[in-house]
């Protein structure tokens, strides 16, 4: 692939300094075997200066202020935002619409606007009409005119999907149990957009499902391999952190339909969080959301909103811009945080509160402040029943309690106890179970929570 060099001359004064720091880096532009140069690919996800952050992948040579990359004819420029989450009012941001407005505002501000928009899902919190109708109006905003939707699970997880496709399936694939994926050419290069957050199975991860992956199969065939092909998907179609439920079962299965095409950039929401991986010819990048963080992998005891410093909250919203160059080989992506700041300082504050908090809520239990479980109540906290395995009398009643910002909902695993409707924040659900035996159930949002109800006579 072309290199470009960083030359001062393309690079504007106030970014000068900085970018001679990476260039001053000892030489090392070997090209890997997949075809990206080394000190391309360490500087994915280099913090630069204050005001900028970029992630780079594919030589194109950035200053990174949003709309400092003006588009050349013949290039195409597009714009990914994602988990909007319309509709959640907790802690971590109580106006989720404006965060959203400030971002489309933060594009429509540019000079050259994009040819369009990608928005990666959970567009909404809980799928209400009303929320759905606050985001089309926001999005309606937008000077480029144009959103290219997928779900997430927020979106979907109501009603399986019905009210999602009947907004934005028009010219989707559909199938009995939903569709929704579908497949556009824009200036030479094949947008796929997928569906991975319906009919997810007990303890599993995102999944495209059979159908989908007949129909990708179908969908690239007729592909000249020197196409560039965007993926865009929700949930990552590569493993992030499975424990936390960050990936995609068939995700593996779905990419090598495309191992002979030899640009593929995947962009997913999601993880609320910028992440990027090449591997091959396949360059991965998750995106950060318009509404709240969730913690790096591990760095708290379960994902889920997490809650900044005040006045930080800009540093970990943002938006993404891509750009595709004929002569490159990768997509160059670069996000940007709305505050134009480094995400990393409010990341690990909001890290810390959340570590502080958990270790406080065993003791604030033991104290019988919050309050352990009750007799026949299974809670719902930081993404985990508790208990994970509950024993109850037959002929006596069960109660969930969902103590998370977040909705669950609960679902039998071999379908012998009626599950729940979406568990917002506060909500319960109870079964009578009248048989004794045992009854593993999961939760059908977040498939790797599962838990068992042991009935004894
Ligand atoms: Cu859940
Ligand atoms: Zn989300
Ligand atoms: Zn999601």
Not at 272 to 301: D, W
Request: charged residues 20%.
């Amino acid at each position: 692939m072309p290199h470009t060099p960083h030359g001062p001359g393309a690079i504007p004064e106030r970014d000068r300094r900085r970018t001679d720091d990476v260039d001053s880096e000892p030489e090392d532009n070997a090209i890997d075997s997949d075809g990206l140069d080394r000190r391309n690919f360490l500087s994915c996800m280099a913090w630069v200066g204050t005001g900028l952050l970029w992630t780079i992948n594919g030589g194109i040579p950035s200053s990174s202020r949003l709309g400092a990359q003006t588009p050349k004819r013949g290039e195409l420029f597009f714009m990914q935002i994602s988990d909007s989450h319309i509709g959640f009012d907790k802690a971590a941001n109580s106006d989720v619409t404006a965060t959203l407005r400030s971002a489309i505002a933060k594009i429509n501000a540019l000079r050259v606007q994009p040819a369009f928009l990608l928005h990666t899902g959970d567009i909404t919190q809980l799928s209400k009409p009303s929320e759905f109708d606050t985001a089309d109006q926001v999005l309606r905003e937008a000077r480029t005119g144009k959103t290219f939707y997928v779900p997430g699970e927020h979106d979907v997880s109501v009603d399986g999907g019905a009210s999602y496709l009947e907004r934005y399936g028009k010219g989707t694939q559909r199938t009995r149990d939903g569709g929704g994926w579908y497949s556009f050419d824009h200036s030479g290069v094949h947008f796929m957009g997928l569906v991975n957050v319906l009919n997810l199975k007990a303890g599993g991860l995102g999944s495209l499902g059979a159908e989908q992956l007949e129909w990708i199969e179908r969908d690239v065939k007729h592909l000249s391999s020197s196409t560039p092909i965007v993926v865009f998907a929700h949930v990552p179609l590569w493993s992030v952190y499975p424990a936390w439920g960050w990936g995609t079962d068939d995700g593996a299965h779905a990419l090598g339909y495309l191992k002979r095409f030899g640009s593929v950039t995947v962009l997913n929401g999601h993880i609320h969080q910028t992440m990027q991986k090449v591997e091959g010819n396949v360059a991965f990048h998750t995106a950060l959301s318009t509404a709240f963080p969730q913690p790096r992998p591990g760095t708290a005891p379960s994902p889920g909103p997490m809650t900044v410093p005040a006045g930080q909250l800009a540093d970990v919203l943002g938006v993404r811009e891509v750009h595709y160059v004929p002569s490159n080989r990768h997509l160059a992506v670069v996000d940007h945080t709305l505050s134009g700041n480094s995400p990393d300082a409010a990341f690990a504050a909001g890290e810390a509160a959340a570590r502080a908090h958990a270790s406080a809520a065993p003791r604030a239990a033991a104290l019988g402040v919050a309050g352990a479980s009750a007799a026949n109540e299974v809670t719902i906290d930081n993404f985990a029943f508790n208990p994970k395995t509950v024993t109850v009398k037959a002929g006596s009643k069960l109660t969930w309690r969902n103590r998370d910002d977040v909705p669950h909902k609960i679902q039998s695993t071999d379908n012998r106890f009626a599950g729940s409707p979406l568990l917002d924040t506060k909500a319960v659900y109870s079964v009578s179970f009248t048989e004794s035996g045992e009854f593993p159930y999961f939760c059908s949002v977040h498939p790797v929570m599962q838990g068992k109800v042991v009935v004894t006579r």
